[in-house]
């Protein structure tokens, strides 16, 4: 019933009874129990087709909150929003200890929410989840990371365990595309105002191009993990080309180890280049450095060609493509020609391949949206209902 009220199918008990099927009498000891609870309003008049006006239920947004952290390989991005998805507060840090321990990661990263609950005037005792992106392979079930191409200090970490020395409240981990599609799975961004919509495509695959390469899929409306979690990993697909950097995958010129920002770098590096990360790789690009649009128009045809096998197999409508490597315009230039020149018309014909709705905070918000449809799913609100002692 709270998924009805909160996707907005049902606004009124009313509409609750027609959509479940349930009794009136049933439906009204379930919101009342959602109501103590404080999870759910009820108040203002429902736009009426005649006869007597109902009282709207409405998701109450300040009965908690949610926290996301998303682990970049420079970066580390921190959000709380509300109940709703809308934001609280949001901080970027930079990375600069890539070789810190996993332990020490989780104590930084739970004293910044902290202080941001606190500087917002939110009760830190009001989270209900916490939800963690990270730039590898996650297992699932089970959600332990499983040999990450850099951080190897990070395999067989489990991310729930590391925060639960911190907080009580449930960790979720997840892969840092798979965020980015069920970010656009959610429709339009925090720069909108909006909340999370329930608009998105219902068949995609977001893209990270970052410091490594990642793939996120939405099939039938649904993030689509696979039978172990791996489901996406198109990074370390056999291409031509020699690889620049050492992958963990085994594959000689993986697509990671040639086509990444990290491979770019290390390129670049070796031909004498001074560059820092995959920004400054973007920034020559967008200057005309002749040797580095040629760089980034070869990784765009590499990843082009393995998105074009993918898209044929999964039939997309939406090739969503986030990270920092996705602002270089010969890059996707050159990925969008390779992905039309390769895929079956059926495929190219009904695809659209595009950049991220608000790229750069895009897998902050999936973790946030994750976040919210676990703690708001049946069985844990069910589950709070029962604890209360209420009717369930
Ligand atoms: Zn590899």
């Known amino acids: 019933m709270l998924h009805l009220i909160r996707t907005g199918v049902a606004q009124t008990r009313a509409d609750l009874a027609k959509h479940t099927g349930l009794a009136p009498s049933t439906v009204g000891l379930r919101v009342d129990a959602l109501q103590r609870l404080g999870l759910v309003t009820e108040g203002g008049d429902a736009s009426s087709t005649g006869g007597r006006r109902a009282r709207v239920l409405r998701l109450e947004a300040s009965a908690g909150h949610v926290g996301a952290v998303a682990l970049g ?3 580390v991005q921190l959000a709380l929003t509300d ?3 809308r934001r609280i507060a949001s901080v970027e840090e930079p990375r600069t200890d890539l070789t810190q321990a996993p332990e020490a990661f989780a104590a930084e990263a739970w004293t910044h929410l902290q202080r941001m609950a606190a500087e917002a005037g939110v009760d830190p005792a009001g989270l209900l989840g916490l939800a963690v992106s990270v730039p590898a392979p996650i297992e699932h079930p089970g959600g332990r990371v499983v040999q ?14 590391l925060f639960a020395a911190h907080t009580s409240a449930p960790v979720f981990i997840e892969n840092d595309a798979n965020l980015l599609a ?11 105002g909006a909340s999370p919509g329930t608009d998105g495509p219902e068949h995609l695959m ?16 649904r993030l689509h993990r696979g039978a172990s979690g791996s489901a996406g990993e198109i990074s370390h697909t056999g291409v031509t080309g020699p690889g620049v950097i050492p992958c963990t995958c085994g594959v000689p010129a993986c697509l990671e180890s040639v086509a990444s920002g990290g491979a770019l770098v290390a390129d670049l590096r070796q031909r004498g280049y001074d560059v820092a990360d995959a920004t400054a790789v973007v920034r020559l690009g967008d200057a005309g450095d002749p040797v580095v649009v040629a760089q980034l128009r070869a990784a765009g045809r590499a990843i082009g ?4 096998a993918a898209a044929n197999f999964f039939n997309p ?4 493509l986030g990270g920092v490597m996705s602002s270089s315009a ?8 390779e992905v039309f020149e390769r895929a079956l018309p059926l495929t190219s014909g009904a695809l659209d391949v595009r950049t991220a709705v608000d790229g750069a905070d895009a897998g902050l918000r999936g973790a946030c949206y994750l976040a919210l449809d676990e703690v708001l799913a049946p069985a844990r609100v069910q589950a709070r209902v029962a604890a209360a002692g209420q009717v369930a």
Do not use: N, Q
């Not at 850099?150 to 067989?156: L, Q, T, V």
């Not at 069920?182 to 909108?192: I, V």
């Not at 977001?206 to 409306?221: D, E, F, M």
């Not at 060609?305 to 074009?308: D, E, G, M, R, Y």
């Open 73 to 75: 390989a420079h970066h």
């Open 83 to 85: 109940l709703t998805g």
């Open 148 to 161: 990450p191409s850099f951080m190897p200090a990070w395999h067989g970490v489990s991310v729930p365990e």
């Open 182 to 192: 069920y970010a656009e799975l959610h429709g339009s961004g925090w720069a909108a």
């Open 206 to 221: 977001a893209v990270k191009l970052g410091t490594r390469i990642g793939c996120g899929i939405v099939s039938a409306g």
């Open 305 to 308: 060609s393995v998105l074009a």
């Open 317 to 320: 409508s939406d090739v969503v």
């Open 330 to 337: 010969p890059l996707v230039a050159a990925l969008r020609a």
